[in-house]
Structures are given as C-alpha cells and as structure tokens.
C-alpha cells in the first residue's frame, strides 16, 4: 500500500499516527538527499583544478568511497552528528570522483552536457519516487533480483574495462545501468514511504546512490552521443 493511498480521516488514531511518521521520515530523507548533493557538488567544485591528479589517484579515491560506505556508515549507525558527517564525507569523495569525467567533457566543449545530464536525472528521479509512492503495486519482492543484476553489471563492467574495451559494450552496460538504478529508485522509494528504514540517513543513502548512477550514466551517453568523434 502506498504512502498516500490512505483514508486519514477514517483512520484508526495509530494508523494516522504512523502515515504521519512515515511523511516526516520521507521529509528529512529528502532534504538529507538535497544536501548530500550540495556536498557531492561541492568536493566536484573544489577538486576540479586538479583532475589530472585525480585520475592517477581514482581508484585509491574509490576504495576510500567503499570504506566510508560499507564501514563508516556502518560504523556510525545510531550515533546522531557522526552518520551525518560520514554520509557527508562519502558523498564529498563521490563528487571528487566525477571530476575525471566532469573535466573530459569540459575540456572536449561539451560543458553544457552537464546541466542537460543533471535536469535529466531530477525529472527521472522525480518522476519515478512519486510513481513508487502512489502506485498500488508492491515492489518489496524486487531486491534480490536486482541485487543479482547488479553484480552482473558490475562484472560486466570490469570485464570490459579491462580487457574487452569496447565501445558497443560500454554503451550497453551504462544504458543498463540507467534502467538498473532507474529501477531501485522506484524499489527504494516504495521502501522508505512503507517504513522499512530505520535512519533517515541510511534512506538518503539508498536514494543518493541511485540518483548518482542514474546521473553519471545519462552524462556518459550524452557524452557519447553528442561527441564528434
């Protein structure tokens, strides 16, 4: 059952209780999200001058990513302050990973990809959580399937990346990528709104990933598709 599709004036008092627990919860995930991005944005800004020295340091940058992501959130789930620092700190370093990318398509003229790349995203996002919310079907039955397709993908991905190295594939692999996260936004969403979450800032982290996946990979077709190469 959806969020929204609820009686709260016939509703017994915990009931509305709840559904207004549940509003509040999805309220501070979001604005969790909105800065999350802020910070994301703001570690693109400040390391852009020195993306050279980012990609001869990338996959050191990454690791990092997955250590804040898989212990330091871990870590300091319950202790209020210290989870908003890490979850700041993780999308920080995210923001300095896409610099790489960032500066390729600024350095070919393709500047304006971004923007396009970013509108893009927010519209898809936007679209896809309020179809999650509203919709009557339930998507809790979702997870493992596509925690199976995404250790696919991401074996595709290394794959390719080291030893197919084709441009066919890549282009596959991230419109995949696109439907993939496309996908858990709706699986996650419904989960949050149906209260399945315990921290709001665990819930901003499902809901920052898929955004971030769902950005890099329309930035990377565009990218593709609007080189003259």
Known sequence: ?????????RAQPHVREQASSNVAFMKKTYQL???SMVAAAAGAYVTMPYAEA??????????????????????SRGKPGL???????FTFLTGVSLVPLLASLIGAGNGAVIGNAFLMTSVLFGALSLFAINSRSDFS????????????VIIASLVNYFFLQSPMM???????ILL????????????????????????????????LNMFTAILQLLGIFGSDD
């Open 1 to 9: 059952m959806a969020l929204y599709d609820r009686d709260y004036a």
């Open 33 to 35: 999200l909105a800065a």
């Open 54 to 75: 980012i990609m001869q340091y990338k996959w050191f940058i990454f690791g990092a990513e997955l250590l804040v992501l898989f212990f330091g959130l871990s870590l």
């Open 83 to 89: 989870n908003l620092a890490m979850l700041f700190l």
């Open 141 to 152: 039955s979702w997870g493992k399937p596509l925690f199976i397709t995404l250790i696919v």
């Open 170 to 176: 890549h282009i596959v692999i991230t419109a995949g």
């Open 180 to 211: 993939l996260f496309g996908i858990f936004t709706i699986y996650d969403t419904q989960n949050i709104a149906n209260g399945a979450y315990d921290s709001e800032v665990d819930a901003a982290v499902s809901l920052y990933l898929d955004f």
